[in-house]
């Protein structure tokens, strides 16, 4: 017990001490996460919005697809994205495997089906809702849609908080394509898995605590928003 | 289109004239084979009892439905514009409004918007249109949190807003105390003095008599009459129209359209 509590002490002195090791892997775990989650909803919130709202071929089979999508282990997406950034792959001229760049495209793959498929079920619920009277003041299909992401705004922050909390998460998918290298690909998750089985438990207990308050953060701000929205907006 | 003027300069698109227009769904034939002209001028009311067809037949009017046999046409010398959907010169109150996620003032700019009036244009139109229904007070209150008298109000002033040839009001005061019903009525009086067709369905007798030129009466999705108020109300031609006049209820009694 007492190697634990001494443990904690370190940790919130490291914390408290802004040590450098731990600032660098908090900074590039943001960095990456924040850049997939851009990435993942410049495809999947256009891509989701577009499922719900457009009559096409091959709608159906898409949401499902994207719903099944959702469920992806991330080590397979990190096998995957392994096996396309290796030097053998059909991406490997690009050099980006164990980078921040490699990291950044598992998470937005693992995460785009995520924001896509929940974006789907917002507009789509909406559009129901919409669909006549929109119809009937004269919208046209894109200025329907613009609509409906903007009435729907508050739920699809949400979303992309949903796609935030699960990338910043993660820890296979970086671990495969990143390969944990210190000062370069080292992210909170890996880090917290690389120091608890080397037996520095003041670093992973800090990292823990840190990626903790960020996902309380994160969800506590989704509720927060959609409550507030809820009741401003009715 | 050019914004800001008014439409009732530019050439109109009545007549609408459906053409022995029916519509089904799920297997079961919902409107049959209508066929009717809506002129210029007199408010037209349609009544008949709950299910008889009234919101269909408003949607295929206003376009928001295809007929699954007949053609709805719209005879003006304006309709060359545009063919099908809804257009500009047509507006429509639904029976449950659905209100945008901002205040009352942007819904009825949203509408204006759509429709390619200006932004520096809209401000007076949506003053104007508000001040109309008596919401100016309520302009900045999230409009969803209205109650359902002052959303069935911003409805109209949305449509208000559109200054448009044909206004398609289906049950605009169900659900409404006396007062609103009434703060409804004169609206709608509003439109009609401002030039606008009325095509209205209701199923209260008060209010259609208090309302109606003419009358169609539906039952089962057939069009069994069509009068002038006046003959509709006091010597109605069919038993249908007789007994709905009465205030005797129809579908209890009354065989289903597979058997007729
Ligand atoms: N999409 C649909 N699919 C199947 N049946 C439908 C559909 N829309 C309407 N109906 C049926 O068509 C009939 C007429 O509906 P409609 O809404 O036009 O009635 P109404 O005259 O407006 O009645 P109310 O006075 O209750 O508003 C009803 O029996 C309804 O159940
Ligand atoms: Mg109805």
Redesign the interface.
Known sequence: MDEIYAAAAAAFGLILDLDPDLGEIVVLSLRVSLTAVALATAIGLPLGAAIALFRFPGRRTMAVVLNALMGLPPVVVGLIVYLMLSRAGPFGVFGLLYTPGAMIVAQCLLIAPIIAALTRQVVEDLWA??E??L?????GPG?AMA?LLR?GRFSLVTVVLAGFGRASAEVGAVMIVGGNIDHLTRVMTTAIALETSKGNLALALGLGFILMTLALGVNAAAFVIKDVAQR??? | MTAGQPLAETAPILPLELDRVSFEAGGRRLIEEITLTFEAGPRTLILGPNGAGKSLLLRLCHGLLRPTTGRVIWRGPGAALGPGGPTRRQAMVFQRPVMLRRSAAANVAYALSVNGVRWKDRRALVGEALERVGLARLAERPARVLSAGEQQRLALARAWALQPEVLFLDEPTANLDPAASHAVERIINGFHQAGTKIVMTTHELGQARRLADEVLFLHWGRLVERSPADSFFTQPRTPEADAFVRGELLWPCAPPPEEA
């Open positions: 809702e919409y006549e009277q119809r009937s003041l004269g919208a200025r609509t009435d401003r907006q009715g």
